[in-house]
């Protein structure tokens, strides 16, 4: 079964009510990320319009088109933060800096936003620190609760804050890992925020960095989810507007490359948000003339993906993708591919493993069935984990095998690729 989801195009801008929307590029009718499917049929495969656009007012880049959250983050939302390794080391070490840096203890409270399997909470709960999840997504939230995190099941928003706190509940530490980007409605969750923070409490939220999409050419993580494509200009007056205020920001390696920003009631910045923000200028994040290497690179990459492809096909050798990642359905649906060119996707996630990938229905397997697949090369999807997932499967190159790394480079190797950015 397929259709388009129920949807709403912008008529103005989500962070300063402009109707400055300038359209940087039109992905066509796109397969909607994350929603996979059933082999049995009984998953609808939705897509709707994909479109890029950019307020030249504020500088705010979003997706024109809304997708109705309950088509987005549905009950059988397959993503579960704890089965990386990497992601699991890089938000251990960030919240035992936090521990100690903020001084939190038995009295303190931690409250997070898309807290989903409470993969990050679970560590000030293991130091004994009181800590509370908000998460939509059944799986996630059951899969937390069975942690002994305590988690809410539902969106955060102004509403939800304002309840919390009426319960005497504000938050020391208020964290939102890869979700500002997700909100619709964004005035409603900094709200929300300003809210719940408790008045010398510090929200640090971390969300993948606007000029590492473009420098990296990571045009697959634009997907209906991710409705902000969010740069320093951008952000501040976001909080501003709330009586909130950007202190610091920390560029990060992870996911391809992310920023990590500290927020609270005071305003105060420190040298490297101030030199982040004059990078900012110099760039001219604002005007479409910072996003023309992006959608040149994107083409061109487009062709290396299908010439590669045909290379293949021409001698006979046999293609697998690995990570059933949301991006990767950006990334299928650009490079054209179908299952005729992808026998199956492996991925370590069991929730995702048995279903098949939205618009192309290509299998969604568990890696070890790469062994014996008569595989000559595995296309690494989840670029951003490529060096992890190369040293899981060694086993795979010893034989003979390639990887095939199409995002920020492409890249054809043995399984060397140490890319600084990963």
């Known amino acids: 079964m397929t259709g388009i989801a129920p949807h709403k195009a912008l008529g103005c801008c989500r962070g300063c009510d402009s109707e400055a929307l300038h359209v940087l590029h039109e992905f066509g009718v796109a397969p909607i990320a994350d929603r996979l499917l059933d082999p049995a049929g009984t998953t609808e495969d939705l897509s709707a319009p994909l479109t890029l656009v950019l307020c030249t007012d504020c500088g705010l880049t979003q997706i024109r088109e809304t997708v109705e959250p309950r088509?987005?983050?549905?009950?059988?939302?397959?993503?579960?933060?704890?089965?990386?390794k990497a992601l699991m080391a890089h938000f251990h070490a960030s919240a035992d800096t936090l521990v100690e840096t903020l001084e939190l203890g038995e009295d303190s409270l931690v409250v997070e936003a898309a807290s989903n399997d409470g993969y990050m909470l679970r560590r000030f709960k293991d130091a004994g620190i009181p800590v509370l999840g908000i998460d939509p997504s059944d799986g996630p939230v059951k899969a937390a609760q069975l942690r002994g995190i305590d988690t809410i099941?539902?969106?955060?928003?102004?509403?939800?804050?304002?309840?919390?706190?009426?319960?005497?509940?504000?938050?020391?530490?208020?964290?939102?890992?890869?979700?500002?980007?997700?909100?619709?409605?964004?005035?409603?969750?900094?709200a929300g925020i300003a809210e719940i923070l408790a008045e010398d409490g510090v929200a640090v939220i971390e969300f993948p960095y606007l000029t590492d999409l473009v420098d990296h050419c990571a045009f697959d993580t634009i997907y209906h989810q991710h409705l902000l494509y969010l740069s320093l200009t951008a952000t501040a007056p976001l909080f501003e507007r709330h009586g909130l205020f950007l202190n610091d920001a920390e560029r990060l390696k992870v996911h391809g490359g992310s920023v990590r920003i500290t927020v609270s009631r005071t305003a105060r910045t420190t040298p490297r948000l101030e030199a982040l923000l004059a990078d900012e200028a110099r760039r001219r994040v604002k005007e479409p003339v910072f996003y023309t290497p992006l959608l040149e690179r994107m083409e061109e990459l487009r062709h290396d993906f299908r010439v590669m492809l045909d290379a293949y096909r021409s001698r006979g050798q046999k293609i697998v993708g690995y990570g059933a990642a949301a991006k990767a359905t950006t990334l299928l649906h650009h490079f054209g591919v179908t299952?005729?060119?992808?026998?199956f996707i492996c991925d370590k996630s069991p929730w995702k493993q048995g279903l098949e990938m939205p618009g192309t229905r290509i299998p969604i397997v568990a890696p070890d069935a790469l062994n014996g697949s008569e595989a000559s090369a595995v296309v690494i999807l989840a670029w951003n984990f490529a060096n992890e997932i190369m040293a899981e499967n060694a086993d795979f190159a010893s034989q003979g095998g390639e990887f095939v790394v199409p995002v920020p480079d492409f890249v054809i190797t043995r399984g060397e690729y140490m890319r600084a950015a990963l």
């Open 339 to 343: 299952q005729d060119d992808l026998m």
């Open 71 to 84: 088509y987005l983050f549905h009950e059988d939302y397959p993503y579960y933060s704890s089965v990386s």
């Open 153 to 190: 099941h539902g969106f955060f928003n102004l509403d939800r804050a304002c309840a919390l706190a009426s319960e005497g509940k504000k938050a020391d530490l208020f964290l939102a890992n890869n979700v500002l980007a997700h909100v619709a409605d964004t005035h409603d969750f900094v």
